[in-house]
């Protein structure tokens, strides 16, 4: 039961990071590109903290500092990975709202 509430959580950044690479494979640009490595990254983070770590902790034994210094490290490619999707999201937003502002003014 936990192995399946595990690949529930795992599923959402799943599904973004699909969209993403769907939206990257159609319009290579700086929002879809920023949009992509946010994704891509927040997917290996989460795989990492729900198979990887646990894995790491229960086979090697580690102490509990080593396991603070890798959730810090982890913790700052998650902070810069979210500020890339926000980014590329702000950005794409902004370009939606511009082209339709566009099409407005012709009709």
Do not use: W
């Amino acid at each position: 039961m936990s192995f399946l509430s595990t690949l529930i959580s795992v599923s959402s950044p799943l599904l973004i990071f699909g969209a993403c690479c769907y939206y990257f494979s159609k319009e290579v640009k700086a929002d879809s590109i920023l949009l992509f490595i946010g994704s891509g990254l927040t997917l290996l983070l989460t795989c990492f903290y729900r198979f990887l770590m646990p894995y790491l902790m229960d086979h090697y034994a580690m102490p509990m500092s080593e396991v603070n210094s890798y959730y810090f490290i982890l913790g700052v490619i998650s902070f810069f990975a979210g500020i890339c999707f926000a980014v590329g999201l702000f950005m794409l937003i902004n370009n939606m709202i511009n082209a339709s502002k566009m099409i407005q003014g012709k009709f």
